[in-house]
Structure formats: C-alpha cells, structure tokens
C-alpha cells in the first residue's frame, strides 16, 4: 500500500522549504508585512511549483536514475511502483493549478513573465542536464537561474521590478550563487559516480574529474563552504 510518507519522498517534498522560502522571501523584501493568508496561498503555489519541477526531471531522467541506487530508494515512480499514467497526471495537473493560484492573487503581467521564465529555465535544465556533454558546465546555469527568478517572482508580487534596489539586486545575485553551489557541486559531487557509469552529463565530470579521484579533487572546505551558502 502506498503511503503518503512515499508519495512525499517521489516528489522530493523534504526540500520543498527551498521552494517555499526562496519565494516568500522575495515577497518579504518588497512588503512591510504579511498576512497568514499569503504564507497559505504562496505556500500553496510553491507545492505545485515544486511538484511540477521535480515529476517533470524524473521523467526526462528515468533512464539514468533507475541505475541509481538513491533515487531508486526514493521514488515510486522509479521504482516502477507508481505508473507513468499516473506520474504525468500528477505532474500536469499543477500547470492549471497554478493558473488557478494566479487568478486567485491577481498576478500582473509582470510576475507571470517573470514566473514563466522562472519555469522554462528549470525546464531547459531538466531537459539538457544528463545530455549536454561539456556543456552542462553552461546548463547547469539554468537551475540558479530558476531560483533567481523565482526569488524575483515573490518580491513582484508585492512591488514592481522599477522599485528594485542595489540590496534586493544583491540577494537575487547571492541566491543565484548559493543554488549553484548548492546543486552543482554538492549535487553534482553525489552523483558522479553513477553519473559517469551511466553516461549522463555531470559538472565536475566536464570539469575532467573522474570517480576514482573526484574525493581529491573536491575539497572538504569547499563542501563546507556550498553547504552554508546553500
């Protein structure tokens, strides 16, 4: 019997407060307050957004996680033991439900471009990362890009771009930094192996690292310093 305690662990709702403060957080610097309604629905909006992201990457990248010990552990779909009917239902159905959530909070045009540049970025990740060769070095750009604009799409919510200032413009750039290191090199670091096996793209595999050394290559300190940026 499937448990939702499994369906949380396919679609990765354990960093969904990623998600959820990259948003809020830009809705925050643009807003002097907050109302319990607005943690409801942006929190709301970043669950489909999350959903939508990750059941959209297990299918581009079934091929290579099904070698994968990890992601064979985690998810369902995987695993074989949620169908693919049902995958892409669950994935699909957030696009109206997120329509629906920009209907409900009045989006201006503004933040629907911003959050649609947001999605196509984390798309063209999805899409590219495990087969760009040497230039996932470039698309791995895209997933920080996607949280930068995700970042944007919360402080647009609450202010107009024009009001953007040199501070807010920082912390755009230092999410942008953060995810990076985060899912570059931390993510990257982790999947190696079975990335290199399987022939899939990976960063410090285009980098020239391999396996067998990648523990050397890669510094503790720099481990550290992603996981606190992150």
């Given at each position: 019997m499937v448990k939702l305690r499994d369906i949380a662990l396919t679609y990765r709702l354990y960093i969904l407060p990623i998600v959820y403060v990259t948003m809020i957080y830009g809705f925050l610097v643009a807003n002097n307050g907050i109302v319990w309604s607005d943690y409801l629905i942006l929190g709301l909006v970043s669950l489909s957004s999350h959903i939508l992201g990750f059941g959209f990457n297990d299918l581009v990248?079934?091929?290579?996680?099904?070698?994968?010990?990890?992601?064979?552990?985690?998810?369902?779909?995987?695993?074989?033991?949620?169908?693919?009917?049902?995958?892409?239902?669950i994935t699909l159905i957030q696009v109206p439900v997120l329509l629906f959530w920009a209907i409900v909070l009045n989006v201006s045009r503004e933040t629907m471009i911003i959050?649609?540049?947001s999605i196509s970025a984390i798309m063209f990740y999805n899409v590219l990362g495990?087969?760009?060769?040497v230039l996932v070095l470039i698309v791995d750009l895209f997933f920080p890009l996607s949280m930068s604009l995700l970042f944007l799409t919360g402080y647009s919510l609450s202010a107009p771009l024009s009001e953007l200032s040199i501070p807010v413009i920082l912390l755009a750039v230092s999410a942008f930094f953060g995810f990076f290191l985060g899912n570059s090199v931390l993510a990257g670091y982790r999947d190696i192996c079975s990335d290199l096996d399987q022939g899939a793209s990976n960063f410090h595999g285009a980098l020239g690292s391999q396996s067998a050394n990648l523990q050397i290559s890669l510094s503790r300190s720099s481990r550290a310093l992603s996981h606190g940026i992150y």
């Open positions: 990248d079934l091929k290579y996680d099904k070698e994968n010990p990890r992601h064979l552990r985690r998810s369902l779909f995987v695993r074989g033991e949620m169908s693919f009917k049902w995958h892409i239902i959050a649609a540049l495990k087969k760009s060769g």
